[in-house]
């Protein structure tokens, strides 16, 4: 079976546009319409996709601007297959949720959400430097609007915050990206800036490593990683739920993929010389975000610092340079995704129980009349804090065991996250639904429309919890063609190309 990607990922603008035709209250339902298409098409490429192949599959291949060597070049693989199908399934549960409250402006508010989502698909499917740089820079633009029209308290702030961060980090990665190109074009006589063209000319060294580093700051800004998340806070704190949801599910995701798809085919020198500050990097990230969510009593940074630490364990495992840490980071950005976006619906649950409030200091008691829901959040619980037979912990065993092979003592420390993390977990779970009754809390049941968004998450939660295999499998190919060009330099090898590598004397 032979699909056009293109299709996917114009659909959500296409019924954004509709939606901004048609009256308000079909808005709604049909950027919905949009998102239940993109899901149906990732399930068909995920089912049609060969686990045996290390290339591309259902590759578009089209000249956009010859002159800069820029083509309109997208494909699936083991790096990005079930990071498009999380893509989707989030998208499709949070415009559902957002269809159950009623939004000032909503044509222009399900307009920028379906941008969104073809931004951040554009993105993950784009086989192009300069294609991926622009869907890249572009994912921003609808949620500064979601955020600064639609936000709560604070939302101009967060919006500026965001905006500045993201702009310093969008600047370095757009000059990197110029840079690459120009560069790699040197002795080879045509420009180019497809991936594929870019793995085969190798950049000197200290070209390299500058290159490297603007990247990493882009991507690490937009996860966000320690230290660069200062624009995290405020902008959870004015996040529409809904919209936080997907932003915190599928955009820091985007940015650790960034890292697999950019950096480790094409500068493995840099990427081999700057494996132990990114180790450290990773290791912070996930001591202060554990930290930090067991001390604050918001559950939506609760859920941010946790976003916080398990994006380092995704970078520790990718920066492990080594297959198994790879495939546990690709694995664990699937898990936190469809972990995460429940989470936020959950915390949505509680606040309309708790007065509006959504600090677990007025919350509590809530699973009395509530065992349903009580059962679903003790589900996402036991994922979040990687409870033994969860996808999670098959996740960050993966991922320990790569650094265990590479650095025993950042691996052994980065072990205290697992610990943190069922403190905060177990923390967030008791404290709203078994402590005493909250004053102003309504202990009650949610409804069936509730169950629409968190029963299907939940579900698959525990899919890939039952058979992680699954997504390991169609992964390995791809990752054992990548990995060993930047783990063979780290290494002290010989490396030619992509997947090949001799040791050197």
């Not at 509709?18 to 298409?37: H, M, N």
């Not at 169609?474 to 090949?500: D, L, Q």
Request: glycine letters at 10%; a neutral charge; proline letters at 5%.
């Amino acid at each position: 079976m032979t699909l056009h990607l293109s299709i996917m990922l114009w659909l959500p603008l296409a019924f954004g546009i509709l939606g901004l035709l048609a009256p308000p209250k079909l808005a709604g339902r049909l950027a919905l319409v949009g998102t239940l298409l993109v899901l149906a098409y990732a399930i068909t490429y995920l089912v049609d996709f060969d686990s045996s192949m290390a290339g591309l599959q259902h590759v578009t291949d089209e000249t956009w601007i010859g002159e800069l060597g820029i083509s309109y070049k997208l494909g699936v693989d083991g790096l990005n297959l079930f990071l498009v199908l999380l893509t989707a399934l989030l998208w499709f549960s949070c415009t559902l949720w957002a269809n159950f409250n009623d939004w000032e402006k909503p044509r222009l508010f399900y307009f920028h959400l379906a941008l969104a989502q073809t931004s951040v698909l554009g993105a993950l499917l784009a086989q192009d430097l300069a294609l991926f740089v622009v869907f890249f820079d572009l994912m921003l633009v609808p949620f500064f609007f979601l955020t600064g029209i639609w936000g709560g308290a604070g939302r101009v702030q967060a919006t500026m915050k965001l905006v500045i961060y993201t702009l310093v980090g969008s600047l370095l990665m757009l000059t990197a990206a110029i840079a690459t190109g120009v560069l790699a074009a040197q002795g080879h006589g045509s420009l180019s800036f497809a991936f594929s063209d870019l793995a085969q000319r190798t950049l000197g060294e200290s070209s390299q490593q500058w290159i490297f580093l603007f990247f990493a700051a882009a991507f690490l800004v937009k996860m966000p990683a320690f230290p660069l998340h200062g624009w995290m806070p405020d902008g959870y704190r004015a996040m529409p739920l809904p919209v936080l949801a997907v932003f915190s599910g599928v955009l820091s995701k985007v940015a650790a993929y960034g890292f697999l798809r950019v950096c480790l085919p094409l500068f493995p020198d840099a990427v081999a010389q700057y494996q132990p500050l990114l180790l450290l990097i990773a290791l912070a990230s996930i001591l202060y975000g554990s930290a930090m969510a067991f001390t604050t009593t918001e559950t939506r940074l609760i859920l941010g610092y946790s976003s916080v630490a398990q994006l380092g364990f995704i970078t520790l495992g990718i920066f492990a340079l080594n297959a198994q840490g790879a495939q546990g980071a690709i694995l664990q950005a699937f898990n936190h995704g469809l972990v995460v976006a429940p989470a936020f619906f959950i915390v949505a649950l509680l606040a309309a129980r708790s007065g509006g409030s959504e600090d677990i200091r007025d919350m509590g008691g809530l699973a009395m009349r509530a065992p349903a829901l009580a059962a679903l959040f003790l589900v996402v619980t036991f994922a979040t804090l990687a409870m033994p037979g969860s996808s999670n912990f098959v996740g960050e065993f993966y991922i320990l065991l790569g650094v265990f092979q590479e650095q025993t003592v950042i691996a052994i420390v980065a072990s205290a996250g697992v610990v943190l993390a069922a403190f905060y977990a177990l923390r967030l779970y008791i404290t709203t639904m078994h402590n005493r009754t909250g004053p102003g809390v309504e202990s009650r049941e949610m409804e069936l429309r509730d169950g629409l968004v968190l029963v299907p998450l939940v579900l698959a939660i525990l899919a890939i919890a039952l058979y992680p295999q699954f997504a390991l499998k169609r992964s390995e190919p791809t990752v054992t063609s990548i990995v060993p060009v930047a783990h063979g330099v780290a290494s002290g090898w010989t490396v030619y190309g992509p997947g090949s590598a001799e040791h050197g004397p």
